[in-house]
């Protein structure tokens, strides 16, 4: 019989974390700025609970141009002054020119792969391990922890949700074949 994840299955519909699990967690994205996104919240998120991340997504949004990543690359330090002085947003001045540098370095992957998709795809399957060093060696502000949740979070890793859940059974549907080989 089907169940929800246990950390969601008693919340209400209305809730942040309930509507992130069944919509977004673990699904895969194909869109450049979508995982920029997803990347950028993850970098945000180190050291605090998910839910004011989740309670902050739509100032994050207005703040980063939507994470566009060709405007974010393009922020100069005034940009950067107006960031620290977002009270919508984490006002960590490493987290916020980490996402300015990242978006740089992902108009480099771009150029060179085609897309940050692409490349996430060539260097796939890795271990955490392994994953963990190329995002250190390409970007800013990434760790074991951030790694980890980011990939489980796009669905390049399994784990983000119970096998019994009904959203895992949409997200292997829409999954890649060697995904659905993962799980």
């Known amino acids: 019989m089907a169940s929800y994840c246990e950390f969601v299955k008693n919340l209400d519909e209305n809730n942040l974390h309930k509507k992130y699990h069944d919509c977004e ?5 194909h869109d450049d700025n979508l995982l920029f996104e ?14 004011i991340i989740l309670g902050k997504k739509d100032n994050f949004h207005k703040a980063f141009n939507q994470f566009n990543i060709k405007k974010v690359a393009s922020y100069k330090r005034k940009d950067i002054e107006r960031l620290l002085s977002d009270v919508g947003i984490i006002r960590n001045r490493l987290k916020i020119t980490s996402v300015i540098e990242n978006a ?80």
């Open 38 to 51: 997803r990347l950028c919240l993850e970098i945000n998120q180190a050291g605090l609970n998910w839910s």
């Open 104 to 183: 740089n370095r992902i108009l480099v992957i771009q150029k060179e792969h085609g897309s940050f998709e692409n490349w996430l795809n060539k260097n796939h399957p890795k271990t955490l391990e392994e994953w963990v060093k190329v995002f250190k060696k390409q970007f800013k502000f990434t760790g074991g922890e951030i790694v980890n949740e980011f990939l489980v979070s796009i669905g390049y890793f399994p784990g983000g949700h119970d096998k019994t859940c009904p959203v895992y059974k949409m997200i292997i549907k829409q999954s890649p074949a060697w995904h659905k080989d993962k799980k």
């Open 25 to 29: 967690y673990g699904f895969p994205l």
